[in-house]
Structure formats: structure tokens, C-alpha cells
């Protein structure tokens, strides 16, 4: 399924100018081969359903994130994801999480330090 909406989105970015080329990841059979296909056909924006146990409480996490990417080199060198940081919240802490500035800081700050740890690993 994938594999067609990729190839109908890349034509139509490819014929409209003021369009970002996309694409949509599912985890299904092939994903890598066609995930490929539309980095080299040009995609800068994606869409994507992640499903995970968080860690900690173990809930189950379903979250639709946007993505934009920026290349250069065939690497990317700036990613900026989108998603419902409340709605992710509730579903990873709890009902009564996620609303308020000082719990998004904290998250932001956790989230910090683990990318910093993994990049020194």
C-alpha cells in the first residue's frame, strides 16, 4: 500500500512546484527498500505512526508524527518532528499529565540529556 501512495505523492510534489516532497512510513514488509526509494527520489516530509512500550510505566504509546528533513550530502543535517505532545503525555505518564509548561520543560530536559548520553556513547 505504502509503496503506491509514495509513488503518487512524489509525482505530484514532482509536477507541483510549491509542494514538499512526502512520504508515510508503516512498519510493514519492505518498508526499508521503499523508505529508500523516496529519499532518492527527493522526500522531505514524513509521516509516521510509532508504537512502543514506554519505558518506565511500560504503557503502550501510539503516536502520528510529521517530520521535515533538511539534505545536504545525502545526510541529514537538521529533523524537526511534530506530534501531540499532550495526547503523547497522557498515553506515557498518565491521564493527568502533559498540560502544563513545567512538565513539557521536564520532559524536553529528559529527552535532552538521554540524546546527549547517546551521542557520547
Same mark, same amino acid.
Given at each position: 500500500?505504502?509503496? *503506491?501512495?509514495? +509513488? ?24 526499508? *527498500? ?46 524537526? *518532528? ?29 529527552? +535532552? ?7 557520547? +556513547?
Amino acid at each position: 500500500m505504502s509503496v *503506491d501512495l509514495h +509513488a503518487w505523492t512524489l509525482e505530484f510534489a514532482r509536477r507541483t512546484p510549491e509542494c514538499l516532497p512526502p512520504a508515510t512510513f508503516f512498519p510493514e514488509p519492505g518498508v526499508v *527498500d521503499y523508505v529508500r526509494r523516496a529519499h532518492e527520489a527527493g522526500a522531505k516530509i514524513a509521516h509516521r505512526t510509532a508504537r512502543y512500550s514506554f519505558a518506565g510505566p511500560g504503557r503502550e504509546v501510539v503516536t502520528e508524527i510529521e517530520a521535515l528533513f533538511r539534505f545536504e550530502d545525502d545526510l541529514i543535517v537538521h529533523h524537526h *518532528d511534530e506530534f501531540g505532545f499532550r495526547r503523547w503525555s497522557k498515553m506515557a505518564h498518565g491521564r493527568l499529565s502533559g498540560w502544563t509548561p513545567m512538565w513539557r520543560k521536564t520532559i524536553r530536559d529528559r529527552a +535532552a540529556q538521554q540524546l546527549d548520553q547517546l551521542g557520547s +556513547a
